[in-house]
């Protein structure tokens, strides 16, 4: 049974940095693309980056300054860490499985970030 | 960035009824283009892929369709479960982008 479960701090300081940590099982991350994408509350799904399944990463230009995913295969865990967090990062992160490139066929329950002091 | 505009934004419609949803592309993104479904307080779903290939498991009253930039999803005989948000994206190019949603109500 594919699973994939985000775990990570609630609560984030402004300018600190987000760790999330996306925990699966079910499949292999050797054979399958990992996705991060977050949503704000109400809002629309946007795309943050991907770990492909051959260990490289891509990710959006709009926050690749900020943004870095990596992940440990012996662990079953794919990373991500954001830095310079502000308000507008207050959202639920996701991680899904990725299907033939951008294709999202399984997701996490999610993680809800707020960015507060 | 290749842009998803989704219509409507909201739609209410009865039991039975049968419910159609647009999605229209920037660019053309040749078929690259699947459907999720949000209901409230979960997590989106995969519905729909490569435009028109159901993914398992999702019901037949489903279905997608279109080409080039312009794509619809179906549902035939509306059911009370199907009350969700539902989300085009392209994944034709990076970034993968989404539609803005489609919230469907029942009347």
């Known amino acids: 049974q594919v699973q994939l479960m985000e775990s990570g701090p609630g609560l984030v300081q402004p300018s600190e940095t987000l760790s999330l940590t996306c925990t699966v099982s079910?499949?292999?991350?050797?054979?399958?693309?990992v996705h991060w994408v977050r949503q704000p509350p109400g809002k629309g799904l946007e795309w943050m980056g991907v770990m492909w399944s051959g260990g490289s990463t891509d990710y959006n230009s709009a926050l690749k300054s900020r943004l870095s995913i990596s992940r440990d295969t012996s662990k079953n865990q794919v990373f991500l860490k954001m830095n310079s967090l502000q308000s507008e990062d207050t959202t639920t992160y996701y991680c899904?499985?990725?299907?033939?490139?951008?294709?999202?066929?399984?997701w996490g329950q999610g993680a809800s970030v707020t960015v507060s002091s | 960035d290749i842009q998803m505009t989704q219509s409507p934004a909201s739609l209410s419609a009865s039991l039975g009824e049968t419910v159609t949803i647009e999605c229209l592309a920037s660019?053309?993104?040749?078929?690259?283009l699947a459907w999720y479904q949000q209901k409230p307080g979960k997590s989106p779903q995969l519905l729909i892929y490569?435009?028109?290939s159901l993914n398992d498991g999702v019901p037949s009253r489903f279905s997608g369709s279109g080409s080039g930039t312009q794509y619809s999803l179906k549902i035939n005989s509306l059911q009370s479960e199907d009350v969700s948000i539902y989300f085009c994206?392209?994944?034709?190019?990076?970034?993968?982008?989404f539609g803005g949603g489609t919230k469907l109500e029942l009347k």
């Open positions: 899904a499985r990725g299907y033939n490139n951008y294709v999202m066929d399984a």
């Open positions: 490569y435009a028109n």
């Open positions: 079910g499949f292999s991350l050797t054979s399958y693309n």
């Open positions: 660019e053309d993104i040749y078929s690259n």
């Open positions: 994206q392209q994944n034709y190019d990076s970034p993968p982008t």
